[in-house]
C-alpha cells in the first residue's frame, strides 16, 4: 500500500504477517517505508505515522518528495528505454555464442546489475542504460555464462573471458556506476 503524505511524499506501508511491532525505515528508492503487524488497520498506520512524525524527522534521513518524483520519471524512462532494449540485446549475444536461456526479466534493483536463476530466468538492471554498451554487454555476457557455471568458478571466469576478453577491464570500469536508480 502506498499512503501519500504532504510532508514525507509517497509512504510505503508493509503489512508484515511476522512483524509484531511498527518499523520505519527508509526504501531504496528514498522513500519511507513502514512495516507493520498485518492485521494493522489504515486508520492506525495513519495514527502511528502522526504520532511518530517528530522522531521520524530527527532519526530518519529521507529525501524530498520531489526528489522522489524526480527518481520515478527516471525510473520510467529507463524501464521504457531497457524494455526496448535489453531483451533483444540478450537474445542476440546468447545467439551469437550459442547460449539458451528461459526467460528475461528486468529489475530495478539498489545493488546488482543482473543475476541468472537456476531456472535459467537472466534479469538485469534497468540502470544498465545509463552505463557504455561495452558494460552492458559484459554483464550480459557475465549472465549467459552463469547458465553453465551458477558460480564464480575459474572455469566460469575462462568462459567470460573467451566471449569478453578485456572483462576484467570491464568489471573495474562498471564498479564507478551504481546500478541503483
Same mark, same amino acid.
Given at each position: &500500500?502506498?499512503? /501519500? ?10 503489512? %508484515? ?7 520505519? *525505515? ?6 519511507? /517505508? &513502514?512495516? @507493520?503487524?498485518?492485521?494493522?488497520? $489504515?486508520?492506525?498506520?495513519? =495514527? ?17 518528495? =520531489? *526528489? ?10 529507463? &524501464? !521504457? ?7 533483444? =540485446? ?9 547460449? /539458451?536461456?528461459? !526467460? ?20 538485469? %538492471?534497468?540502470?544498465?542504460? /545509463? ?28 568462459? @567470460?573471458? *573467451?566471449? $569478453?576478453? =578485456?572483462?576484467?577491464?570491464?568489471? !573495474?570500469?562498471?564498479?564507478?556506476? %551504481?546500478?541503483?536508480?
Amino acid at each position: &500500500m502506498i499512503l /501519500q503524505d504532504d510532508e514525507f511524499g509517497e509512504i510505503i506501508i508493509r503489512k %508484515n504477517p511476522m512483524s509484531r511491532s511498527v518499523r520505519f *525505515t527508509v526504501a531504496p528508492s528514498g522513500r519511507l /517505508q &513502514m512495516s @507493520v503487524p498485518a492485521c494493522t488497520s $489504515d486508520f492506525l498506520v495513519k =495514527r502511528f505515522l502522526k504520532i511518530n512524525r517528530d522522531l521520524i524527522r530527527e532519526k530518519i534521513p529521507l529525501s524530498d518528495p =520531489r *526528489t522522489q518524483r524526480a527518481r520515478d520519471a527516471k525510473k520510467k524512462i529507463l &524501464m !521504457k528505454q531497457a524494455r526496448d532494449y535489453l531483451p533483444y =540485446r540478450l537474445e542476440y549475444l546468447a545467439k551469437l555464442h550459442g547460449y /539458451q536461456y528461459d !526467460k528475461c526479466r528486468l529489475s530495478h534493483a539498489a545493488t546488482r546489475w543482473g543475476s541468472c536463476s537456476s531456472n535459467r530466468t537472466i534479469s538485469l %538492471n534497468i540502470g544498465l542504460m /545509463q552505463v557504455p554498451e561495452v558494460l552492458r554487454d559484459y554483464v550480459i555476457l557475465h549472465e549467459l555464462a552463469h547458465l553453465n557455471h551458477m558460480d564464480h568458478s575459474a572455469a566460469f571466469w575462462a568462459e @567470460v573471458a *573467451t566471449h $569478453d576478453p =578485456r572483462y576484467k577491464d570491464h568489471r !573495474k570500469k562498471l564498479k564507478m556506476f %551504481n546500478p541503483g536508480v
